[in-house]
């Protein structure tokens, strides 16, 4: 059976090291048999890929993108801190998509992380979820997804 890393490599994604926190946070945090990621945004290589709000500046298939990008950047958190492994279940998995007004494409766009979580875990990549749309994000990122995982013991 495929590791995560392989799985992921087979898409020609590589696991980086976690991005550094913009602010006053950690990455993520192990809290009993979870790992909870502090929101991810779509950077790569210390750059965020694009700003400005879905539906306007941004198109939904873009941000689509993004978000797989951001899921990307929840796993090294998680590498971060367990290893990928360990992880048994993608328990919970928040998208915030900054919106245009009218634009209501949230969940479309949350698919890419949500796509992406499946490709890496397998059927332990199926999980709970919310997409929601917001005025702004951090930096102006257009997309940022946080997540749940339980780990084993």
């Keep these: 059976m495929a590791t995560v890393e392989e799985r992921l490599a087979a898409l020609g994604l590589t696991v980086h090291e976690v991005v550094p926190p913009v602010a006053a946070y950690v990455p993520a945090v192990v ?6 990621t502090s929101g991810q945004l779509p950077f790569v290589d210390g750059k965020l890929e694009a700003t400005g ?15 797989a990008i951001c899921a990307l950047n929840a796993i090294a958190a998680i590498k971060s801190v367990v290893p990928l492994e360990s992880v048994v279940r993608v328990v919970k998995v928040v998208g915030f998509v900054a919106s245009a007004p009218g634009f209501t494409g949230q969940p ?23 997409a929601v749309g917001v005025a702004v994000l951090p930096l102006d990122a257009p997309v940022e997804v946080e997540l749940i995982v339980e780990v084993a013991p």
Aim: glycine share 14%; no cysteine.
């Design 31 to 36: 809290s009993g048999h979870y790992v909870y």
């Design 53 to 67: 709000k879905v539906g306007a500046d941004v198109t939904p298939e873009r941000a689509t993108e993004l978000a």
């Design 108 to 130: 479309g766009v949350v698919n890419g992380a949500s796509n992406l979580l499946l490709e890496a875990f397998g059927e332990a990549g199926a999980h709970a979820r919310s």
